[in-house]
């Protein structure tokens, strides 16, 4: 009888190790992937601010491609919109490069798309 109940409770115990597991696992995956997202959205609107301050009178463009250059050297591809996104917060905060370093200050309603 006592064979018995300690079989039922080492298979309720693998049980509940599967499920706490499973939802532990989802939940450091969910918060690493928003870490790196942020670190990500950082080096973008850091890079954006350099774009300005080096490319002065260089077109949209110009600055742009300045950005996709500088993150592929840091083995980072990410979507368009995320770059555009960050010139928009700098903008739309009344940042400029001189206030770069402060960039991160600005409101992020755009999550960077990774593509790593």
Same mark, same amino acid.
């Given at each position: 009888?006592?064979?018995?109940?300690?079989?039922?409770?080492?298979?309720? *115990?693998?049980?509940? *190790?599967?499920?706490?597991? +499973?939802?532990?696992? +989802?939940?450091? +995956?969910?918060?690493?992937?928003?870490?790196?997202?942020?670190?990500?959205?950082?080096?973008?609107?850091?890079?954006?601010?350099?774009?300005? /301050? /080096? *490319?002065?009178?260089?077109?949209?463009?110009?600055?742009?491609?300045?950005?996709?250059?500088?993150?592929?050297?840091?083995?980072?591809?990410?979507?368009?919109?995320?770059?555009?996104?960050?010139?928009?917060?700098?903008?739309?905060?009344? *940042?400029?490069?001189?206030?770069?370093?402060?960039?991160?200050?600005?409101?992020?309603?755009?999550?960077?798309?990774?593509? /790593?």
């Amino acid at each position: 009888m006592n064979e018995i109940i300690i079989n039922l409770i080492g298979i309720a *115990l693998t049980a509940i *190790l599967g499920i706490v597991t +499973k939802y532990v696992g +989802k939940w450091i +995956k969910a918060n690493l992937t928003a870490a790196e997202q942020q670190r990500v959205q950082k080096i973008i609107d850091d890079l954006v601010a350099a774009a300005e /301050q /080096q *490319l002065k009178m260089g077109s949209g463009e110009e600055k742009q491609e300045y950005v996709i250059d500088a993150l592929k050297e840091q083995g980072i591809k990410v979507d368009v919109n995320a770059i555009e996104a960050a010139v928009l917060r700098m903008h739309s905060s009344g *940042l400029n490069y001189s206030t770069a370093h402060n960039i991160t200050d600005a409101p992020h309603d755009t999550s960077p798309t990774i593509t /790593q």
